[in-house]
């Protein structure tokens, strides 16, 4: 099973909003609604930050946000931080043998 | 506080085997399935394996299938991944992550694999 299409880098002034998208195919992210989003600073472990395409785990700023339609995800970051400056990995459940897939990774840089 | 420490990494030549090992603490271990994670240099995120809470049914990615084994101990809320034939490509950093419903709710800080001659 390939990897979920994201763009290897996006970017963005502070206090601007973002998107990164996240497609896959009708076989995962369009067939279930179990799409997380994940942040990882360098030489850091990667922390949930959406899961179930849309929810925010406790503690999570809502400037996070996510959404889908058909085989694609989103994730939007409103008000840019300079700590917002990370990776972004997107993962979906796939119901196979191999339950799992993540995206590439986008590089979000804050200017 | 929910946490998970891995450890067990290190280098070793190619055809070597690995035993990584993941602590689990702050959280009813026995209650969640568990996965392995991993990240080449410089690459992004590959699940790796993951094993049902009582330990019935474990999954693997294509490419460590027939090499690796994941398995837990509920008694001792410890998670472990036994490693053998490793390749180059296996060269990661390991990570130990709970899976809560579907999704990896929280991550250790990982172990660094380095399979190199």
């Given at each position: 099973q ?8 996006v970017?963005?002034?502070?206090g ?9 195919t ?35 700023s ?30 979906s459940y ?6 799992w ?11 | ?7 067990g ?18 959280f ?19 699940w ?14 294509d490419?460590?299938?027939g090499?690796c ?9 410890s998670?472990?991944?036994?490693m ?34």
């Amino acid at each position: 099973q390939s990897a979920l299409t994201q763009p290897a880098s996006v970017s963005g002034s502070p206090g601007q909003s973002i998107t990164i998208s996240c497609t896959g195919t009708s076989r995962d992210v369009g067939r279930y609604n179990y799409v997380s989003w994940y942040q990882q600073h360098p030489g850091k472990a990667p922390k949930l930050i959406i899961y179930d395409v849309s929810n925010r785990p406790s503690g999570v700023s809502s400037r996070f946000s996510g959404s889908k339609s058909g085989n694609a995800a989103s994730l939007t970051i409103s008000g840019l931080q300079p700590e917002d400056e990370a990776d972004y990995y997107c993962s979906s459940y796939t119901g196979t043998s191999s339950p799992w897939i993540f995206g590439g990774g986008t590089k979000l840089t804050v200017l | 506080e929910v946490q998970v420490v891995e450890s067990g990494g290190g280098l070793v030549q190619p055809g070597g085997s690995l035993r990584l090992s993941c602590a689990a603490s702050g959280f009813t271990f026995s209650r969640y399935w568990m996965s392995w994670v991993r990240q080449a240099p410089g690459k992004g995120l590959e699940w790796v394996a993951n094993i049902k809470e009582d330990g019935s049914v474990k999954q693997y990615v294509d490419s460590v299938k027939g090499r690796c084994t994941i398995s837990r101990d509920n008694a001792k809320d410890s998670l472990y991944l036994q490693m053998n034939s490793l390749r180059a490509e296996d060269t990661a950093v390991y990570y130990c992550a709970t899976n809560q419903d579907y999704t990896f709710s929280s991550w250790g800080q990982g172990t660094l694999v380095i399979v190199s001659s």
